[in-house]
């Protein structure tokens, strides 16, 4: 079937031929099927990647939404394996009433596992427990040529490091076994506190080393003796407590794009103000995992209030050695802009091997936001950020990227050689698309 899908960010719908199967038995015949009606393949989850990634244009999408059974679950060791569809949310349903939680979650739980895996997703507490890729134990992964492998740590051990952080070009992930950490409640004792310069961000990360969970938002607007100022939020999961999958809170939605971006200067400015100085801002307490782990899921469709243009969303890492000179830059740059978005997350990543060849996190400093599309003067924002980025050595997560330049592509992943050897040809995607034109005319 034909279907116009578009990224996260909306920029763009792009003509693909979809199909869903409905059972991780059917992949098989659903993956021959639509190489026959295409010339490219591309497995898609839940659609929550930003950029170019999980599209392909023109060619196939295997949707993997339906292939969501979990196949065991050792409540004991805390191992479960189940289909690559199955979302966070729906196994925290499992899981969590057991005592057990994902070692490592991003920012929303409405992502599959496959997804976690293939944009080998990272979490508030890298620092120890590294990215999402680190935990899976295994996984079974359909090449185009009907071959169908487990992979691990000990097993294809060269394809399951090219698939970890892979985007999907490697085949279809069918199924993943994860390792997960043993929890005494769904609360989570937090901490929150204000600060007032980003050079109090660092300050309070290397103060917090001993928090499993930290993170930053940041005001993207702050100049000045103000710069960088934002809510440094620490965690832990709590000692005691109820065990609930669900938290008790309303949901909102944005029911409809509007005709216009409501994320301006004027907007940002007063959301911003307001959110910085409220009484909430500095907090001591506990509350339920979701609210901690992931404020935006409350607010369905939260992607529409950028308008009908859509938005991109620019996320860094820089070393530490230059950290904080390379971040003060990148926001002073994003201040004067006038320009980002309500949600900055800053953070730091710890000093751990990456998992997967193209895994994004590695020591250093971390920064992602949002800009609205504004067209030609978005892009050359972002392009001063990448001179910022380059200079640092540090490098951009392709799983939030739609313009990235190839050149910092290759030159912040220096396994991109070793990776393009574990390609699947019939898998593509616009992003790979987009980076090998460039990198054939370099």
Not at 110 to 126: I, M, P, R, S
Not at 173 to 201: G, K, T
Not at 346 to 357: E, R, S, Y
Not at 368 to 383: I, S
């Amino acid at each position: 079937m034909r279907q116009l899908i578009t990224s996260w960010g909306n920029l763009a719908a792009v003509e693909h031929e979809v199909a869903t199967p409905a059972f991780r038995e059917e992949a098989g015949l659903v993956l021959s099927s639509l190489l026959e009606k295409a010339n490219s393949v591309l497995a898609h989850g839940l659609g929550r990647s930003y950029g170019d990634s999980p599209l392909n244009g023109g060619g196939g999408l295997l949707v993997t939404r339906r292939m969501d059974r979990c196949h065991f679950f050792d409540t004991t060791r805390g191992v479960v394996r189940a289909d690559a569809g199955l979302s966070l949310a729906d196994l925290h349903t499992i899981t969590i009433p057991r005592g057990w939680f994902v070692a490592v979650t991003p920012g929303t739980k409405f992502v599959t596992l496959g997804g976690a895996v293939a944009n080998d997703v990272h979490g508030k507490n890298h620092h120890v427990a590294g990215s999402f890729g680190h935990h899976v134990r295994a996984l079974g992964l359909r090449r185009s040529d009907g071959e169908v492998l487990k992979c691990g740590p000990d097993r294809n051990a060269d394809l399951f490091r090219a698939t970890i952080g892979g985007l999907g070009l490697t085949g279809l992930i069918e199924w993943v076994e994860i390792q997960l950490q043993a929890i005494a409640s769904s609360d989570m004792e937090v901490e929150n506190l204000r600060f007032d310069h980003v050079d109090r961000f660092f300050e309070l990360a290397a103060e917090s080393l001993d928090w499993p969970y930290s993170v930053a938002w940041v005001d993207c607007l702050s100049q000045g003796a103000t710069l960088g100022r934002g809510i440094f939020s620490r965690g832990r999961h709590a000692a005691d407590g109820p065990r609930l999958a669900q938290p008790a809170r309303a949901k909102l939605a944005v029911p409809l794009t509007p005709p216009i971006s409501l994320i301006n200067g004027l907007s940002l400015r007063a959301f911003n103000a307001a959110y910085y100085s409220r009484p909430g801002a500095t907090f001591a307490g506990r509350c339920h995992f979701d609210g901690f782990f992931y404020p935006l899921d409350g607010v369905h469709h939260w992607n529409r209030v950028y308008g009908p243009k859509g938005f991109y969303q620019y996320q860094c890492v820089v070393p530490p050695a230059v950290a904080r000179e390379a971040v003060t830059e990148l926001l002073a740059r994003i201040a004067a802009s006038g320009t980002g978005s309500c949600l900055v997350v800053l953070k730091n990543f710890g000093d751990i091997a990456p998992a997967g060849l193209l895994s994004f996190p590695m020591a250093g400093t971390t920064l992602a936001l949002d800009f609205p599309n504004q067209g030609a003067r978005t892009l050359a924002l972002m392009a001063d950020l990448d001179r910022i980025v380059a200079s640092a050595g540090g490098r951009l997560y392709p799983a939030k990227d739609a313009r990235m330049p190839a050149n910092l592509f290759a030159a912040g992943y220096p396994d991109l050689a070793d990776f393009k050897r574990h390609l699947d040809p019939a898998f593509m995607s616009d992003f790979w698309r987009r980076m090998d034109r460039s990198f054939q005319t370099q």
